[in-house]
């Protein structure tokens, strides 16, 4: 995943989520990302973010 997601950052789809600390958050379907911090990654419901 972790090329994949270097990939999809370059092409600017990238959003950048508070919880505790800055991690990188890449934007797949509508309400759904997945969310890479220290190497585990999380399906995470974020309302509000895409725009």
Partial sequence: MGSDAKN???DGNV???K???VIG???LTEG???VEAG??????V???LAG
């Fill in 8 to 10: 999809l950052m370059s």
């Fill in 25 to 27: 958050a890449t934007q």
């Fill in 46 to 48: 974020v309302t509000g």
């Fill in 39 to 44: 190497g585990r990654a999380e399906n995470t």
């Fill in 15 to 17: 959003q950048i989520v």
């Fill in 32 to 34: 759904e990302l997945i």
């Fill in 19 to 21: 919880t505790g600390e």
